[in-house]
């Protein structure tokens, strides 16, 4: 599975800019492509220049489409496919530290969010005239003969945060930022069931975590009581069973959206837990493929 931020920071095929933890990409792929996953240890904002592309989670798939722009927490994606155009994209990533930085250099006050608020896997984003200004200001750093300086890359980073919480129209977002300003470490648990399909390593799970290594580990056995391996073992084998009875997609497709590396792993670990093959299991509930 790859990092998103990491290969963009990595490539030289992207025309990019960076200070410290904050990147601007100008983000270009071709027609076609294979099936891939992402996932990425900070936030981001897109804005969609060309083209369109699902972005699939456990329990939701989100089609983002030429101009239109979002919001991604931190967090992991399936793309079942890139369509048959262009797809360009402005990506903007920036961390949770420089979100609450920001909000408190500037004395944005965040109203309290509705009790029971479920943050979305993608936030749409309002763009009205002067974020539309903004992406444009963007593309004429990434056209201009020369980088900007370090000092007016930061500024316009923080620009686009203020311009996003000052709108009314975005609530959704103000009531992830909220989250942000209120807690010191992201939500282990709402991180956890949110990407538990990826096949991540629990390193890479703790950097999403904002932790360490150690720290997601104990932290995680005080919320779960049970070992990371183990809970991520049980909640895969329970989504897979619930793919394998609503849907009919092949056992390829099921272990590789459910987190497993391959579908003899997956088998393997699905015989052992529940005493039947993934094949049987379907046939025992009426499943035929």
Known sequence: MSNLFDALDNSTAFSKFKVDDLLFVEY?????GPRAEIWSHTNYFTYVVTGKMTLKTPD???????GEAYFIPKGSFIIPQFFEEVFCDIIVFIPDQFICEVIRKYELTLPTPVTGHDIQAVIPLHLDPSLIQYYRSLFTFFKG????????LKLKF?????????????????????????????????????????????S??????????STFRRDFESEYHTSPGSWLREKR?????QLLMTTTQTIDDIAYESGFGNRTHFSRCFKERFGSSPHQFRLSRGRLR
């Open 60 to 66: 939701k798939s989100y089609e983002i489409r030429a």
């Open 145 to 152: 003969p020369k980088p900007p300086s370090k000092v007016l």
């Open 158 to 202: 923080e620009e686009l945060i203020v311009n996003v919480l000052t709108q009314i129209h975005n609530q959704d977002l103000v009531a992830y930022f909220y989250q942000l300003q209120h807690n010191r470490c992201p939500d282990l648990r709402e991180i956890m069931e949110n990407n538990f399909n990826a096949n991540l390593t629990l």
């Open 28 to 32: 270009t792929c071709d027609p076609g």
């Open 237 to 241: 084998l329970h989504f897979s069973c």
């Open 204 to 213: 890479e799970f703790a950097r999403m975590c904002a932790r360490s290594l």
